[in-house]
């Protein structure tokens, strides 16, 4: 089994050059699976609202929906690096709160670090959280908690004013004290710039490849999520086609009865003519 890795191993992989590699799990199962395969992080995303609570986005996800599924991911996966996604809300009224919940997700969780989005915005939350002695992921660029305000999910750092804004909030989350920084949903050359500028690894989701590694959506990557596909998730499983598949067979295999199968029956223990007797004389007394 393979050691759990720590801040310190991300930051020997940034040196050495070696890829990091993590997607979301919201669940024990996918948790084990995606252990067992090796996967090097696993983020519990507030992507979970869309994902399993089938909402818009992911606004309407609490603290207490994501101490949850964080709770059953590090049961699911004991052995590997966790990130906790801080959710809308939950650090944006003050300071105090903000360090309030990053607590929770380590003491209640077991989260070894924290996810928040945002830039300069969120400067003083990633200092105060830092400063409590708790490794921050900075999450910049496409940040959805913030879709509305930005007409949607759109990309960001496409025009010259905007890249300049994404590589401010990049820096600003670094000096505040982010271990990590983040970037979504930005052209590769805006990420491979913050990737050369900064000392911490940088990873990306839809941020090109000249970063120190990638995090994706489960659902996407195993083609879960039919809805809407990112430009930028690649399909390595037709898991939903499967999944339909399994269950349109189960349904037809139970109307004409050939499900249960005597394979998937159990026998009684005994002679099966005292069953016989036990049934009659509880059938009279029934009546």
């Not at 050059?17 to 995303?45: H, I, N, P, Q, R």
């Not at 992507?47 to 599924?69: A, K, L, R």
């Not at 400067?123 to 660029?141: E, R």
Request: contains cysteine.
């Amino acid at each position: 089994m393979a050691k759990k890795k720590t801040i310190l191993d991300l930051y020997r992989m940034k040196e050495s050059g070696e890829k990091a590699v993590w997607m979301t799990a919201y669940d024990s199962c996918f948790a084990s699976l995606a252990e067992k395969a090796g996967m090097d992080m696993l983020l519990v995303g507030d992507s979970m609202g869309m994902m399993v609570y089938g909402y818009p986005g992911t606004v309407q996800v609490t603290m207490d929906m994501s101490i949850n599924h964080c709770q059953a991911v590090r049961r699911g996966a004991p052995n590997t690096y966790i990130v906790g996604d801080m959710p809308f809300g939950s650090y944006h009224e003050s300071v105090s709160d903000a360090v309030h919940n990053a607590v929770r997700f380590i003491k209640e969780a077991d989260m070894d670090a924290i996810k928040l989005e945002g830039g300069i915005a969120v400067a003083d939350k990633v200092k105060a959280i830092s400063q409590a002695g708790i490794v921050v992921f900075g999450h910049v660029g496409l940040t959805p908690q913030s879709s509305a305000a930005m007409g949607g999910f759109r990309a960001q750092g496409r025009t010259v004013e905007s890249a300049k804004a994404v590589v401010e909030d990049a820096i600003a989350v670094y000096k505040a004290g982010a271990k990590i920084v983040l970037l979504e949903g930005v052209p590769e050359e805006v990420c491979s710039f913050v990737h050369k500028i900064l000392p911490v690894p940088v990873y990306g989701i839809g941020a090109g490849s000249d970063c120190d590694g990638q995090v994706m959506v489960v659902n996407d990557i195993l083609g879960m999520f039919e809805e809407f596909t990112p430009k930028f998730a690649k399909k390595y499983a037709d898991v939903a086609g499967i999944a339909v598949k399994g269950i349109s067979e189960y349904i037809r295999e139970t109307k004409e009865g050939v499900f249960p199968g005597p394979e998937h029956k159990y026998k009684v223990l005994g002679d099966p003519a005292d069953f016989e007797k036990l049934f009659a004389d509880m059938e009279k007394e029934f009546k």
